[in-house]
């Protein structure tokens, strides 16, 4: 059987046709990354008026007035640590950890950051292909995190990264995000890997999927959460996952 959206019938979402043995929707958590640059960007995410994180890059002009305009809507905080990429020709910017940066300076950093983040209940990592391969390197970032009883969500920008299992055995609350949703920032794009994401919700009982502040996006969220089953899922704060 095909389970709808709406008036969408999405093939591979299979139901039960007897409802009671739904004890649970299943969740899905959509984080905005990068938030920090525009007002009015960020404002066309919280005119869709459904639950969002926001991933608010520190030390930028608007860092902090934007962080507080989010929390006014309800909506749930993280700080998006930049870390070390792989590349040299992209600059993570203000704020970011490197792997030859000793403890004192990893700390430090990190401690500023999570202040210059009003409201922040989380992170997640801002590029950081290079630094989340480094064990050694994360347990020193997470100690900050675990200090300021945050969670930690792995972007999952390199798939040799080691911060969630390391978050794991830091024993802070952590999770990964499934699904990059905007990749090809098209409206088009975006719904179809919404559609994804929703199946490997039904799948795993939750998802988790990263956003940017592009109108490409914020329109296919639009889409997707108009055609949303909401007898069968859920949108969530990226916390209510841990």
Known sequence: ????????????????ADHNQ????????LIIDDIGFSRARLQLFLNLNIPLTFAVLPQLPNSDKLAKMIYAKGHEIMLHQP??????????????????????????????????IPFAVGVNNHMGSKFTEHPEKLSQALTVIKKNNMFFIDSLTSYRSKAYMTAVASK?????????????PEKSKVFSQLYKLARQA????????IGHPYPATAEGIK????????????????????
């Not at 059987?1 to 039960?16: D, E, H, R, Y």
């Not at 070390?84 to 950051?113: L, W």
């Not at 039904?202 to 999927?209: F, H, K, S, V, W």
């Open 223 to 242: 889409q997707f959460v108009e055609k949303l089953d909401y007898t069968r899922y859920s949108l969530v704060h990226a916390s209510r996952l841990l």
């Open 83 to 116: 870390m070390e990429p792989y590349s040299s020709e992209k600059d993570p910017g203000p704020g970011a950890i490197y792997i030859n940066d000793d403890f004192s300076r990893i700390t430090r950093i990190m401690a500023e950051n999570i202040a210059n």
């Open 202 to 209: 039904t799948q795993r009982d939750y998802a988790i999927g």
């Open 22 to 29: 739904f004890k649970k929707k299943s969740r899905i958590a």
């Open 1 to 16: 059987m095909l389970q709808s959206f709406g008036n969408l019938a999405f093939p591979g979402l299979s139901f039960c």
């Open 172 to 184: 802070v609350p952590a999770a990964r995000r499934n699904r990059f949703i905007d990749n090809i």
